[in-house]
């Protein structure tokens, strides 16, 4: 039953995407069925698809595109789709992931890729924290200094952040939990918030990092604000990146990639902070797996290794096969 939970919206656009230019194998076959009428055609081909485990949940926006671009259907496809994936968001179980590692294990890195490959959003407290630190919001405001000294927001606050965003539209097959939960308590409160709608945590994916690594990876981040895409002076350098005499990078030549922006570093992001976080992370953050090892849903993904190689392991972390 899972199918229809984790793919759903990236399957469904393959294979909508198909039926509208009539080209995959499984919808020449389902179009056999096609008799009178295009709402004909919707009605059995889209069970069928389902059935198959191919497509579920299109989004609006695109099927709006396919229609106007091929004019097969009208607007049936998109009423058809719409009650299939209401269905799925009321009746089948959601998809929660949670990427776990420490402070610049690559959460940050990945979080972005599975989350355009599975297409549920990513989620991250410490960039909801940022935001409302920059926006000076009463949450900001309590969090502002615990967080520059890299000490652990309280877990009424970060609890309270989850609970209401889970419950936005976007989440409705799924999300990944990027920094939460970060403490036992935290983990219980998910647990219970979860249970409420008959869920659970489906995945831990744990990046395994050795401590002695990460104070150059923290030390080496330039962030884009606005998009949360990371990169590193040395791993990762945005393509602008120009460097003095001695290696370091000029600060004004930091630019994102895509929009040309600037980058910048965060205030945590310094070896004394990095001591702080490290200790809560082990003190705190790690028991976490303890409690989850025996559900069965954590995988073990060697981070201590290039991008490319920690990407194929999560990956295969991710599949069911
Ligand atoms: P948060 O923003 O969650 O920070 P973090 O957990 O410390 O994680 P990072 O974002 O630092 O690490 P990352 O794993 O994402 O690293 P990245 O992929 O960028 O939290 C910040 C603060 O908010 C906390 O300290 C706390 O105060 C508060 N907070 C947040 N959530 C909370 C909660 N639930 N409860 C209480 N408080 C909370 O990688 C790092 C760098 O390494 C990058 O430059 C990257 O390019 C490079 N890199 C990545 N992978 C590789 C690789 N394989 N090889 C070489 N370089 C690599």
Redesign the pocket.
């Known amino acids: 039953m899972l199918f229809a939970n984790s793919a759903l919206r990236t399957a469904s656009r393959r294979i909508v995407s198909a039926s509208t230019r009539c080209s995959s194998r499984s919808l020449a076959s389902a179009s056999k069925t096609q008799t009178s009428s295009n709402e004909e055609f919707v009605r059995k081909t889209l069970p069928y698809l389902a059935a198959a485990g191919l497509a579920i949940g299109a989004s609006t926006q695109f099927m709006e595109k396919e229609n106007t671009e091929c004019g097969m259907f009208g607007g049936k496809v998109e009423d058809a789709i719409k009650k299939t994936e209401d269905k799925f968001a009321s009746y089948w179980p959601r998809n929660i992931m949670i990427l776990f590692?420490p402070?610049?294990?690559?959460?940050?890195?990945?979080g972005p890729k599975i989350e355009e490959m599975l297409d549920i959003p990513q989620l991250?407290?410490?960039?909801m924290?940022?935001a409302a630190v920059a926006a000076q919001t009463e949450v900001g405001k309590k969090?502002q200094a615990?967080?520059k000294a890299?000490?652990?927001?309280s877990?009424d606050i970060?609890v309270g952040i989850i609970r209401d965003r889970i419950t936005e539209e976007d989440c409705k097959f799924g999300f990944i939990l990027?920094?939460?939960?970060?403490?036992l308590v935290?983990a219980q409160a998910l647990d219970k918030m979860l249970a409420e709608e008959g869920a659970c945590v489906t995945k831990v994916i744990e990046?395994q990092v050795p401590d002695e690594v990460l104070e150059e990876?923290?030390c080496?981040?330039?962030i884009h604000k606005k998009s949360g895409r990371?990169?590193?002076v040395k791993?990762?350098p945005p393509k602008s990146m120009k460097t003095n005499a001695d290696g370091t990078p000029i600060a004004e030549s930091m630019k994102d990639d895509e929009t040309g922006e600037a980058l910048m570093q965060r205030p945590?992001?310094t070896s004394s902070a990095l001591v702080k976080?490290l200790k809560?992370y082990h003190d705190e953050t790690v028991p976490i797996l303890s409690h989850y090892s025996p559900k069965g849903v954590v995988k073990e993904v060697n981070?201590n290794?290039?991008?490319d190689g920690?990407w194929d392991e999560v990956l295969k972390s991710l599949s069911r096969k």
């Open positions: 590692g402070p610049g294990a690559g959460k940050g890195t990945h991250s407290t410490g960039d924290l940022r969090a615990v967080m890299g000490g652990l927001v877990d970060v990027d920094g939460f939960p970060r403490t935290q990046l990876r923290i080496g981040r330039w990371s990169f590193h791993f990762a945590d992001d976080r809560g981070a290794q290039g991008m920690v």
